[in-house]
């Protein structure tokens, strides 16, 4: 078989690595470049230091249309704001692109007021919401949007309820690990301030609310402002991991049994979900690390639904979903090469 | 000055650890008598190793008649069930009790819907619900019930927005450490299981529940059922700490500064709570660790406030509360012996 | 190609789950039994929750015979003192084996002093001590006794020097993770005893030491005793790890460079120990997290050479020695399924 | 009774805060002045959050002669090289000065060579040692160095064998919580490097064997260089709390009980020394967060034994010792203000 040639743009930063580390693993793809400006020339092991042994390339700096002509499917993990000025490039050849950035998730209106930047290359349409759990059409597309961390957590552990039209109001109590914020030391990731604590921020402004309210008021277009659907992130002593409490306000009464049915229905063929039954335990980040599934538990009463959903959030949050990805518009196996167990204990 | 005795029925876990620990600092209370009916005749500091150095005093067992004779005031931090079969005979003399335990601070009939359990030594409306800043009437009480460590945060976080009968819905998610769970290991308190995750738990069906609708419908007789006031538990890895956040449903649409001016007037007179300024940071655990305070913050956006309270389940949710009622029952200030700084970092 | 049919004699712990985990990713094996007397008839993915989707076995209790005869190779994840009441009669058929259990490690006499009880099934030499670096003589042993963890990071880290005769003196000073102490909780496990601290323990007596003597030994037969071999553990508040701090006290004055180059060449074709150049920063515990990895660096001056090993004890240090093990008997390459990348971060 | 007035030099850092923390609770003592160039105006509870409500100071950024002037004792907490400029100035006037950096721990030419930098303000011999369980005459100095954190746990550790002229080779491996790393940020901080991990560092060179081979030379001076006495680093994942294994390779054979006794002699008169009786269990942090106490265990084998200490490295390791200090200088009570019971669990 023909291994098909993987250039990823940006592979200095948690998601890159980790994209690496996948693929490492991959049956059917190579990482063949890696990109890097700041350590162009060096080994891809001097920084990744846990891949030595593993893989033999060094950071290089080519131009996007050289990455494109080599690649069979490019990644994007460069910040916010950067993957826009590459990717128009990229799509000029025949390469597939998967952009972990936030560029292309929301029409280009919604971006600018939520990111606060001009977008200068507006395709609102063009790009795929790369949920695939939502979004089969993927492998239609030649842009994949990957979605971000909290909103994958977050949109899976609603969306059965939303597509029902129950969700009277939906409020999302989010606890992440912090390799969420990236690699570099900052105030927030000083092991002194987030050991042994709990800290909420951006409570009612996070970006990442804007990805949530799009992708349930598609669902439901009851829920298409955010004076229904409330998002509250916090980050605790953990590396990995994102695990989101849905308090879901409903339309009427409901009974977990019912409700968990409903779930199961609306996931049946969805490989990385994994809805647990009452009396198997609710889902912790300990049973997704390092892999790219979902887990979903519920509990119901009255008119509220708790839905818990726990994800690794480099995994299916990043840089998994972005191969999830890879796979469908590849037209290989969703699964290709990302059934890796979890790492527990 | 006289010094007060003090008797602590239950001197081997957390929180009669945790007493004695506040206890050597206070000024005008000495601890006379600790008991553990399974320890009896050992050091108390081969057990509370830590405190080598600085208690010279042997668990004893002896009957609680003659403890309420030789102490001023006794904390009972027994199991629950257990006190009620104490405090009686304590209350037969002098001396005054806090109960740690949850036998007294529901109805009776509650409490036996709640615990499951018969409740022996009814005395509905006899003890004083012990959270001092809403039940200033500890001070003229013979017996406080100190509430349990959740509702603790969970009333402070809402108690003005309550008062003000501004609160349509209320949902409490609190993320606590693990040792509100006690001293004894389980498999929720092993390393492997906690470390680097998040669990939610009894999700709809804590027994902390009663209290928080308990207290809040005192304020507001519209929050006295469960259909509108939700609590949901979580453990994090961390060993001291509760962080509540609390998602509230306002009658009407509110801003931040008002809210905030509300609640800096509530507590104006309320030494341990400290209302924190926008642009001052949300509350965490690291700045009320090993204190008495409780930290409250907040932010509003339409017709919903976020509150965000921390406290030390240990101190403020536990025997520092204690000896906070403990000072009003006996004529001493509030703060006597309690305005410890925090251990941060 | 025909798959590998393997049991796994005791798989509800944490090596036997590991070795589920690891054999999931393996090319050429496929779990064929699990077995557990106490959990017989539950699914494995209700014990070990993380593997749900991935697996779908019971645990089942059939007679070693019955196992011997259905696998081509067997592993034995029991307590110390059980896989000899099951061994002799998996080797009555064809089958092969690797115990992880102490039994066979040692001299039945040794045996018998260190862990105090009568070695049933004495057949010294008969087992090869499972080190692969060390003893590739595995490939043709029918019963490979898979070492310890402490032993696996410790033997490694001096080999070198040991086979060149220059060590007059070993201190090896372990930092461990706390899943080597297994999936029960205990004291020594319960969050707020490990969170935030570190804990010597059987500091002279522990267990693993007369396997460290042993190879020791073999490389340099005047350390044979433990007068001049010492071994201190330690738990530090980690899930999986042991970082090795070998102190050697040389013969002579030695310098970094020569040291490092004899043991990059003594580990020439050791694909799995990563020997570390100047420069390259020292081993860490997340270098080589959930990986079959040993990496090395050191620094020498005068006559004292500190040299560090990290591995994860659950892998290196347990499950994937043993299937490293498994591939040498098998005649498969020895990193047959076993190029896992470390998780990190 | 007169309060002591006390000024803080360098208030921002760990060591500053910590010094506040305690003087908050030392009777005879107040803080008078914090000064902190970068942040002067801004008040000291902005930056120390957890103070809030304890104390009511900005921090300044007068000249020091004017803080000498105002101040029975001034506390330098700046970076090493910095108090070299300010403590000349100081020491103009009448008060006393108790220096946390490393300026006047060594002769002016050992901190040349180890710090690689000019002293500007050599008074060797003029400056005490500040480790008071070794040098009582801080009680008659106007200039006391205060000893490194890792220095303080490694002397005590071995100065009782030191004394009596047993050691023939000390090996000291430290593991410390990252709190002595300051403040700032930094990759070794950083949550994802530090968490679940284990670093050595500056194995060979750190900046702290100087003063500890100072130390156990003027117990022993067989002791006096480099080449029989041996420091090793490490960081691991807690916040407080430095654990030394001291490895000491002695003269002759030694039993436990006879070893211990020695301690027990040694330290007979030093309250914040608890040395532990066999069967009590060995050192560990959790038994000494936040307090000032040195926690001193061991066990002996043939001609070795092995010495574990434990110290909070912000307390006895820096600003609680430093506060000893003060007490001999000022003639209070050793232990005045700073028989704080240790934060366990």
Redesign the interface.
């Given at each position: 078989m023909t291994m098909i040639d993987i250039g990823i743009i940006g592979g200095s930063g948690?998601t890159g690595?980790e994209l690496?580390?996948l693929l490492?693993?991959h049956p059917c793809a190579r990482v063949r470049i890696v990109t890097s400006r700041r350590l162009s020339g060096n080994r891809v092991t001097?920084i990744?230091?846990?891949?030595?042994?593993?893989i033999d390339l060094h950071f290089e700096n080519p131009p996007p249309s050289e990455i494109a002509d080599a690649c069979d499917l490019v990644f994007t993990a460069v910040p916010h704001g950067a993957a826009m000025d590459i990717i128009p490039a990229l799509l000029k050849s025949d390469t597939r692109v998967v952009d972990l950035s936030a560029d292309y998730r929301l029409p280009a209106q919604v971006f600018e007021e939520t990111y606060g930047r001009v977008h200068t290359d507006p395709r609102d349409g063009d790009a795929v919401f790369g949920l695939p759990e939502l979004h089969p059409e993927a492998s239609e597309a030649r842009l994949v949007a990957n979605p971000g961390c909290y909103p994958t957590g977050a949109i899976l552990s609603a969306a059965p309820l939303a597509k029902a039209g129950m969700i009277r109001?939906a409020?999302f109590?989010s606890?992440s690990?912090?390799?969420g914020a990236g690699?570099?030391?900052?105030?927030t990731?000083?092991?002194?301030?987030?050991?042994?604590?709990?800290?909420?921020?951006n409570?009612?402004t996070h970006r990442h609310l804007p990805e949530i309210v799009q992708e349930l008021g598609r669902l439901d277009n009851s829920l298409n402002s955010?004076?229904n659907v409330?998002f509250?992130p916090?980050v605790?002593?953990?590396?990995?991991?994102i695990?989101t409490?849905a308090?879901l306000?409903l339309r009427e009464e409901c009974e977990s049994g019912a409700i968990l049915d409903a779930y199961k229905e609306f996931y049946r063929d969805k490989?990385f979900v994994?809805v647990r039954e009452e009396g198997?335990?609710?889902p912790?980040?300990?049973?997704?690390?390092?892999?790219n599934?979902c887990d979903i538990g519920l509990?119901?009463?009255?008119?509220?639904a708790?839905v818990?959903s726990a994800i690794d959030n480099?995994v299916k949050g990043a840089s998994g979903q972005a191969i999830q990805n890879m796979n469908l518009m590849l037209g290989l196996p969703e699964t290709c090469g990302l059934?890796?167990?979890?790492?527990?204990?």
């Open positions: 948690y690595c690496i580390r490492l693993q001097n990744h230091r846990h891949l030595s042994g593993l109001c409020i109590d606890k690990g912090i390799s690699g570099e030391p900052s105030n990731s000083h092991y002194p301030n987030l050991a042994e604590n709990v800290q909420a921020y409570i009612t955010v004076s409330y509250t916090h605790v002593p953990a590396i990995r991991g695990l409490t308090h306000i490989p994994r198997d335990g609710l912790n980040l300990a049973d997704v690390r390092g892999s599934f509990v119901c009463g009255g008119n509220r708790v818990i480099l059934l890796i167990s979890p790492l527990s204990p």
